[in-house]
């Protein structure tokens, strides 16, 4: 009897060690941020003159005064480098005071006035949402070398989209270079619009 009371007591034991582990490693990840977090804070940001787009959003949430978020702010390449800083360090501020959110922009500049540039862009967001409707992309750029023009880009990749990242790259790549020999897709793979670190790790 001695022995089963003592596997019990030590299974006990082992069970509340695992469940305290989970809740502080849950703490320290950040809990998943809700829909109506992520729908807050994006619709806040596209109400700035001068924001031409939002992705990479990246919520840590560890309950009032205590929410960090970080995001890529995309604005005009043109722009004055003094001006869009400024409009990012207001929409950082007004953030926090408004919504108590502790938030950190990073700056993308889009190109918008050369037709080269514009083409691609469009040719690669055919491409893409030809693989699959629900694929999208964004910080699109071009760096010419000598033998070849690089298209380099980011790839959201949300839960509605059954293919395999392997599969989705290959295939872009491939249908790029059908268009011409010496274009390249340098292509990042985004899993999800926000990060949920606490789902990913904690089963
Ligand atoms: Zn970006
Ligand atoms: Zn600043």
């Given amino acids: 009897l001695d022995g089963y009371m003592g596997v019990i007591v030590s299974a006990f034991i082992m069970y509340s060690g695992i469940k305290v582990l989970k809740e502080t490693i849950n703490n320290i990840m950040g809990r998943a941020p809700s829909k109506e977090l992520i729908n807050k804070i994006e619709s ?3 109400g700035y003159e001068g924001v031409m787009g939002i992705h990479d959003l990246v919520v840590h949430d560890y309950g009032p005064q205590h929410c960090f978020a970080s995001l890529h ?4 390449a ?13 929409i950082e501020r007004d953030m926090l005071i408004d919504h108590g959110i ?3 922009i ?34 699109f750029r071009i760096v010419k070398g000598k033998a070849h023009k690089n298209l380099i880009f980011d790839v959201l990749m949300t839960e509605q989209c059954k293919l395999n990242e392997k599969t989705i790259q290959d295939e872009i790549i491939k249908r790029i270079k059908e268009i011409d020999m010496e274009l390249y897709a340098v292509i990042t793979i985004d899993r999800s619009f926000v990060s949920t670190p606490s789902k990913k790790l904690i089963k």
């Fill in 78 to 90: 043109n722009a004055d480098i003094l001006e869009s800083h400024d409009l990012i360090d207001n």
């Fill in 106 to 139: 990073h700056l993308d500049p889009i190109v918008t006035d050369d037709p080269f540039v514009k083409e691609m862009k469009d040719l690669t967001k055919k491409i893409v949402s030809e693989i699959d409707r629900s694929l999208s992309i964004h910080d």
């Fill in 102 to 104: 502790h938030l950190v």
């Fill in 73 to 76: 702010v995309e604005v005009d």
């Fill in 44 to 46: 806040f940001i596209q």
